[in-house]
């Protein structure tokens, strides 16, 4: 019997990421003039970002924000920052 799926409502935004990594690693997610990122390129990144916050000791419950003009950049921050259950604030 399969395990039926998770309901939208319950996947975090990490989980969105690695599903598409999984699933289509090598699919463009993010097109930003010349930068093409795949989906395991989103993926490395936001876990990058995410064990930075880590290390610098941002923990549940602690907010970031995030100042940068609006770019590809922008990709990896909202994710990473939820991936420990933080809040992230544009």
């Not at 916050?53 to 923990?59: C, D, E, P, R, T």
Request: net charge positive; charged share 20%; no cysteine.
């Amino acid at each position: 019997m399969a395990m039926p799926e998770e309901p939208l409502y319950a996947r975090t935004l990490p989980k969105v990421v690695r599903a598409g990594a999984r699933s289509y690693p090598d699919r463009e997610a993010i097109v930003d003039g010349p930068v093409r990122l795949t989906f395991a390129d989103l993926a490395d990144q936001v876990t990058t970002f995410a064990r930075a916050l880590i290390a610098q000791g941002v923990s549940a419950g602690d907010r970031v924000a995030i100042w940068a003009p609006n770019s590809w950049r922008w990709s990896s921050p909202p994710w990473a920052s939820s991936a420990p259950a933080r809040s992230w604030f544009p």
